[in-house]
Nanobody
Framework: QVQLVESGGGLVQAGGSLRLSCAAS????????LGWFRQVPGQEREFVTA????????DYVDSVKGRFTLSRDNAKNTVYLQMNSLKREDTAVYYC?????????????????WGQGTQVTVST
């Protein structure tokens, strides 16, 4: 079992930056692949990025490549999503998720544990 708590969301102007954090409970954090998804009301949850347990492999959806950077600190049981050059279309509730599947997965159904979500709103 792992519990995930996201933080760092908020309101930012287009072109600005935010850093989301996802803190996890438990002593086996490095065994989990961590992912970020986002969801807009009325739409399906969308894969954004994921990172392997060791932190050496990352994957990004094309729309955020070059703007978002995902990293993790296994000593602190925390994963960080640095979001730069934010666009209005990045507005969504962002969810952190964890899976024991070792390989990077983009499907939400592959992730077992989910945080409560944090709102990111980008204004123009």
């Amino acid at each position: 079992q792992v519990q995930l708590v996201e933080s760092g969301g908020g309101l930012v102007q287009a072109g600005g930056s935010l850093r989301l954090s996802c803190a996890a409970s438990g002593r086996t954090f490095s065994r989990y692949t961590l992912g970020w998804f986002r969801q807009v009301p009325g739409q399906e949850r969308e894969f954004v990025t994921a990172i392997s347990g060791s932190g050496d492999i990352t994957d990004y959806v094309d729309s955020v490549k070059g703007r978002f950077t995902l990293s993790r600190d296994n000593a602190k049981n925390t994963v960080y999503l640095q979001m730069n050059s934010l666009k209005r279309e990045d507005t969504a509730v962002y969810y952190c998720a964890a899976t024991t599947v070792w390989s990077i997965r983009r499907s939400a159904s592959s992730y077992v544990f989910w945080g409560q979500g944090t709102q990111v709103t980008v204004s123009t």
